[in-house]
């Protein structure tokens, strides 16, 4: 355990992984250079001994985490570009309102994370494949005419969005029409990141190991941000001690689906910290985590259920068939990592997760060791 342990952290110091990784936006495009990211790479300076590697794991985590999550003024700057827009959007559509969502707002959000729009209309679905399409159209024109706004481009997907960069912040951004699933699900995530300690530290380290080995880009066929959060929830659900519940399960009168939009926000703030028997440290819970989708988890026939709090079976349902990857969406109960629909793209995820098992090979521990 000791070893592997080691070699992961190895790993990160040889390659500079912390110090110099660049991980590509979710959905780059072309012409969109990658933006790096900052964090120092004094996590791993301190001396690394064999018996207090568990804790020194465990430190390092939080020590990235503390580098690297979003600030303060880093959400400051995204309100204002989220409330400046909200203006010129309302010239056109007086009733609207602009809400930021995704990881800016969930909690999991890192200094170099893209900020995620979504323009309420109407508090219903509406179809995205026309009316949103064409919404989305007028606002792209719109965007146009503001100079601060850099490259409004529509893009046609199952959800379309238009994307852009905010000159004044920096910032790349999204944004969608009326997909309020977003909405509800931010503030679940917020909960979920909040009610432990150790969520959000973990979380942030196996979005940044999963960046660097290119497995989280579902504009890539690879697995979306929001994916690796549930995969990561439903590690710490079903422990046999569990760190997390399940929010909707316990309180599902703070994140009923029929909320109003305007009370989602409140929802979750109170519900009072979660008391988890299992006091795993960070390390030996990042280790349980990769171990698990690498000798536990079927791929075949399970679908990740953090709303239950559980493996479920696909049963030949609709929505799971032939797909490589099956987390449901909390909400709308969709297939949150249908991004991965190639094989060979299936088979480099599952790699990565067994691939850090190989390397704690005595042999190849001795390797790492003369590397240094
Ligand atoms: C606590 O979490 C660890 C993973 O870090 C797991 O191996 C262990 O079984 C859990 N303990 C209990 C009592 O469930
Ligand atoms: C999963 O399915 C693949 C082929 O579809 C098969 O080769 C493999 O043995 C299956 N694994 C399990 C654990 O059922």
Redesign the pocket.
């Given at each position: 355990m000791t070893n592997l342990l080691l070699f992961f952290v190895l790993e990160g110091l040889l390659l500079g992984v912390w110090s110099k990784e660049t991980c590509p936006g979710f959905r780059p495009l072309p012409g969109i250079e990658p933006r790096s990211l900052t964090c120092k790479a004094s996590a791993l300076t301190t001396e690394l001994q064999d018996s207090t590697m568990d804790r020194s794991l465990s430190q390092q985590i939080l020590e990235l985490f503390h580098d690297c999550q979003q600030q303060s003024i880093d959400l400051d700057k995204k309100d204002l570009c989220r409330a400046e827009l909200q203006r010129e959007i309302q010239r056109i559509f007086p009733q609207t309102k602009l809400y930021l969502v995704g990881s800016s707002l969930n909690g999991f959000g890192t200094r170099s994370s893209d900020a995620d729009l979504c323009l309420v209309l109407i508090d219903k679905q509406i179809n995205q494949k026309s009316e949103a399409l064409h919404i989305l159209t007028l606002i792209q024109q719109l965007f146009y005419r503001l100079s601060y706004i850099e490259r409004p481009q529509l893009i046609r997907a199952k959800v379309p969005i238009v994307k852009f960069r905010d000159k004044v912040s920096g910032v790349e951004c999204d944004l969608n029409v009326n997909n309020v699933v977003g909405i509800r699900n931010t503030f679940l995530l917020r909960t979920y990141a909040y009610i432990e300690s150790r969520v959000r530290p973990l979380v942030l380290v196996v979005k940044k190991w999963a960046c660097h080995h290119g497995i989280n880009d579902a504009s890539r066929g690879t697995l979306s941000s929001y994916s690796l959060v549930l995969m990561v929830l439903h590690y710490l659900q079903t422990l046999p001690e569990p760190v997390i519940p399940s929010l909707q399960k316990e309180h599902p009168e703070c994140f009923d689906p029929t909320m109003q939009l305007h009370l989602v926000h409140q929802g979750g703030s109170k519900i009072s910290p979660y008391l988890s028997l299992n006091s795993s440290n960070l390390g030996d819970l990042l280790v349980g985590f990769l171990q698990y989708y690498a000798t536990e988890f079927?791929?075949?026939?399970s679908v990740i259920s953090v709303r239950e709090a559980k493996v479920m079976s696909k049963n030949n349902e609709m929505e799971w068939k032939n797909k490589y990857i099956c987390v449901e969406e909390p909400y709308d109960r969709t297939n949150t990592a249908r991004a991965v629909h190639e094989n060979i793209k299936f088979d480099m995820i599952r790699k990565e997760f067994i691939q850090v098992k190989w390397v704690s090979r005595p042999g190849d521990w001795g390797k790492v060791r003369s590397e240094r």
């Open positions: 079927n791929w075949n026939n």
